[in-house]
């Protein structure tokens, strides 16, 4: 792909931990399309004062900070921002409703694992037993029914992307980054969940995303 060279973009900082995470998906895309981003990683008490001063509006991160005075939240807001500076949101609205389907299954398909892992910041009490019993259950059963969802769209993309794009979409980059660390990284999952074995088409895709020269430049700029 030729990288995206606006005649004029927007000066973008991104705040976010010094982990790949929810910030990873930001930083593939900019990588991707060829968007300058300063890539600002927390240090000490930098990310609980940005909470006290309000800077976060949902006390969360990662924030995209645009020309030094719009403060961008949410990675689904963020990546769709970037996108449609970058040509790579579909114009079209039931093409872009098909990259949203993709997208915000994303979150369905991660929700128990999240709120298992941060049950008290979600008002629920689960004690490592409990915790385990439900990790079984996310490793065995839920995750591979939405695995198996995206297998079946893959399958479908007379491109490999998963909504069919021509070019990978947002929803491609937040698929990829759960695929390659999330799951690969996350102990409590069991192994033959993290091989993808039973899930060739995202073994595919992955490899498909990873053999993009931008993505590999971007991997060899990080070691």
């Known amino acids: 792909m030729t990288k995206r060279k606006l005649e004029s973009q927007p000066k973008l900082k991104l705040y976010y931990f010094d982990l790949r995470g929810k910030g990873e998906p930001i930083r593939l895309f900019c990588a991707y399309t060829g968007l300058e981003l300063e890539d600002h990683r927390f240090s000490g008490r930098e990310f609980p004062d940005l909470q006290d001063a309000g800077k976060l509006a949902f006390g969360q991160a990662p924030m995209l900070e645009v020309d030094g005075k719009h403060n961008l939240v949410q990675t689904g807001a963020i990546m769709r921002y970037l996108a449609k500076l970058t040509g790579l949101y579909p114009e079209d609205p039931l093409e872009a ?22 049950a008290t910041r979600y008002g629920m009490a689960l004690d490592d037993d409990a915790k385990a019993k ?90």
């Open 97 to 118: 409703a098909k990259v949203d389907a993709v997208f915000d299954q994303e979150t369905d398909a991660f929700v128990g694992a999240t709120l298992t892992t941060y």
């Open 134 to 223: 439900t990790f079984e259950t996310i490793s065995t059963e839920i995750l591979p029914k939405h695995l198996g969802y995206i297998e079946k769209m893959l399958n479908a993309s007379s491109t490999g992307w998963i909504a069919g794009t021509q070019e990978p979409s947002p929803a491609d980059f937040v698929w990829y980054s759960r695929l390659v660390d999330y799951i690969p990284e996350k102990a409590e999952l069991t192994d033959k969940l993290k091989s993808l074995e039973e899930f060739p088409g995202c073994k595919a895709f992955v490899q498909k995303f990873k053999s993009l020269a931008a993505i590999q430049q971007y991997y060899t700029s990080k070691k």
